[in-house]
């Protein structure tokens, strides 16, 4: 599988790719840098916009802008005049604490869930912003809430807390957003790598980035079996997405931190965006729709 570099961004911590399809450009942040950028792959630039605070996740929002999971919650950004918006700060207490992955459902609720710092033990939760901007609390004892997609059928959540090296399964009910019902679907083997991002492809099969792994796996969750694996010349894949025409591109964030300089003299694209065909395609991602 060949994967190459699409943008040497060398970033602290890129994460949370999404392919905002109005605009034809992938949203991704560098999230310690605390900046939101966009990539055209048409003409290979990249603009970025520093937001004031680390920054988790991305999404698309349908009225305009796009919505943040910020270190201090859910914001609303204008990236044409940079006027941005806290709506909600759910962790306000816990200031060790800082807001991670996050993506849309069927119904266009924002989903983003927290990360201690410390790594301490179930000190984290996921959160749901609702369209009428007011926050529920869906699921808590977390450690470190990663990636997090919906089933084609939209009858199920998947989300990864990420030292489970798991993914989880519920029931979900696209009219009320509620989950139920947890239970196993992946195990990650140890010798894998950390799982991170997860996006779903078009077949229902579960794409993961493998931190510490070197490659994203393709799993299918019916029966937990690992299908395919696509490796990425940088050993810190955090999350993919898939983008550009017909969602036939998997692209992949990566991280710099944390290595040391051997392992970046051996891996000198570490925090670049990179990009794989794998021969199958994704679907469209969820914009928010408050
Ligand atoms: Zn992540």
Known sequence: MDTHLVLPAQATLGEAPLW????QRLLWVDIEAGTLHRFDPADGSDRALAISQPIGAVVPRRSGGVMLALEQGFAAFDPDTGALTLLADPEADRPDNRFNDGKCDPAGRFWAGTINRHREPRTAALYCLDTDLTVRRMLGGLTNSNGLCWSLDQQTFYHIDTPTRQVSAFDYRVETGRIRNRRTVVSIPP??????????????????????????????PRDGRLLQTVSVPASQVTACAFGGAELATLYITTARAGLDEAALADQPDAGGLFAARPGVAGVEAFEFAG
């Open 20 to 23: 905002h399809a109005r605009e």
């Open 191 to 220: 010798e894998m790598g950390k799982p991170d991002g997860m996006t779903i492809d078009a077949e229902g099969m579960l794409w993961i980035a493998l931190f510490r792994g070197g490659c994203v796996g393709r799993w299918n």
